[in-house]
């Protein structure tokens, strides 16, 4: 076979369809190319962190990766530095309660790049009226420099009484991220 050199390739008529190969058919893309848009991402869950301090800012342990595109999420730093400079979307969210029942009126979760609030959602009951559990998330356009910056997902909750829990297992929490453009 031979190779073909162009610049463009565009449809016999304006609003056609270009195929290239026939079903089954595999593809090769040289190094540099993209072959998708919307990565690198990642997506990650935790397990329940018990003993929280009431009103106590603390990073959400997502320690198992549901898929990780391109091996740039830590699962023992609980953080995300992706190699590719570009806009993400970033988004993560959890259930908090206090370990004594219904003692719990202020949820926040927050989004920290480079070890500080980039964003971070309120969601606050009122005091009298006490809550025992709450599902909290935010999301953000964050813009990562392809080298050092690193997203975090940390939350908040403040109890009347006893300690916080903060449950991020499969079924109650999510961190994930994904490259939106540059």
């Not at 609030?117 to 025992?132: G, L, M, Q, R, V």
């Not at 109890?159 to 991020?168: H, L, Y």
Request: proline share 3%; net charge negative.
């Amino acid at each position: 076979m031979g190779t073909i050199k162009t610049t463009n390739i565009e449809p016999i008529a304006d609003n056609g369809t270009v195929t290239l190969g026939s079903s089954g058919d595999q593809f090769t893309l040289a190094t540099g190319a993209k072959s998708s848009f919307l990565y690198p991402a990642f997506e990650a869950y935790g397990a329940e962190q018990t003993g929280i301090s009431s009103s106590t800012w603390t990073k959400i342990s997502f320690g198992t990766e549901v898929f990780d595109t391109n091996s740039m999420y830590d699962t023992s730093a609980y953080r995300f530095t992706p190699t590719v400079a570009g806009k993400y979307n970033v988004y993560g969210g959890l259930s908090m309660y206090s370990d004594t029942a219904y003692q719990a009126y202020v949820f926040n979760t927050a989004i920290y790049k480079n070890g500080s609030i980039y964003k971070f959602t309120p969601n606050n009951a009122n005091p009298s009226y006490d809550e025992s559990e709450r599902f909290c998330s935010t999301n953000a356009t964050v813009v990562m420099n392809g080298s050092s910056d690193y997203v975090e997902i940390y939350g908040r909750c403040v109890a009347g009484s006893g300690t916080v829990v903060f449950d991020s297992r499969i079924t109650q929490g999510v961190f994930g991220a994904y490259r939106i453009g540059s």
